[in-house]
């Protein structure tokens, strides 16, 4: 990251900006950093400026408590202003959660896009799932229980215990206990786990909602259903992707739908 802005509690912001075209702020999710999502904004660079930023609490940003959902839309506002006025948004995972909140909260957006918000409608016992993680969450970083915080992310995902021990093994691991406190940023982001139908309606802009056509059914079909509660709602099916999308893959469907 080569530029800093300051979001209005004063919270530093990290960011960093590539390419030519219409301008969009993509928003990583959970246990990651503007670096994440830097391979899907040299995609774009032909077509598009992409925009990559640490969310607060991670990478070269700053953080500020108490922490409030309200305060990274604040980062948003910030960022949008920095960049020079009204922009697009994309977020992936649950950074999609934290666009589609901005774009409801009125921000300067024209288009927003998001990949696979988690939000647990169609997963079996979802809500009862996310109210326990929230729980075991909340006390381990309270505990300072960085690692076992991790840990508990990991399983949410579903992650199997021996690739769980690996990744505790791995040179990567400390990077992802220095971002643990982030966990609750993004479980705030998410709220109660469900799809917030009412505050989805609120939205008056485009919204391009995709999903991977390998992953579990009950992402696609929580997915579909948010593409449906949005009133300007596109749903789109990417084949052979998962979670993980492949930033050869989602680049061009996502530039198609920024420039049109």
Not at 165 to 192: K, N, T
Not at 199 to 217: C, K, N, Q, T, Y
Not at 228 to 255: D, F, I, K
Request: net charge negative; with cysteine; proline share 5%.
């Amino acid at each position: 990251m080569d530029k800093m802005t300051t979001s209005r509690d004063g919270t530093s912001l990290a960011y960093g900006v590539i390419g030519q075209g219409p301008t969009v702020i993509l928003v990583s999710g959970a246990m990651s950093t503007g670096g994440t999502v830097t391979p899907l904004a040299h995609r774009l660079a032909d077509r598009c400026t992409a925009v990559v930023y640490d969310r607060r609490g991670r990478g070269e940003s700053g953080d500020t408590e108490p922490y409030a959902v309200e305060r990274e839309v604040e980062d948003l506002a910030a960022l949008i202003e920095a960049v020079g006025g009204a922009t697009a948004l994309f977020g992936v995972s649950s950074g999609g959660a934290l666009v589609l909140e901005a774009a409801a909260s009125g921000l300067p957006v024209h288009r927003a896009a998001v990949y696979e918000v988690p939000f647990a409608d169609f997963l079996a016992g979802g809500a009862e799932r996310e109210a326990a993680y929230k729980e075991q969450l909340n006390k381990t970083l309270a505990e300072g229980r960085r690692g076992d915080a991790v840990e508990l992310f990991l399983r949410l995902t579903g992650l199997g215990e021996e690739m769980i021990q690996g990744a505790r093994q791995s040179p990567m691991w400390a990077g992802m206990e220095a971002v643990a406190p982030s966990l609750a940023y993004d479980d705030a982001v998410m709220g109660d786990g469900l799809l917030p139908r009412a505050r989805l309606a609120a939205i008056s802009v485009p919204v391009l909602v995709a999903a991977g056509g390998a992953s579990p059914e009950w992402m696609l079909g929580a997915n579909r259903a948010l593409a449906e509660a949005v009133p300007e709602g596109t749903y789109r099916e990417l084949a052979g992707q998962t979670h993980m999308v492949e930033p050869e893959v989602l680049g061009p469907v996502l530039a198609d739908f920024l420039t049109r």
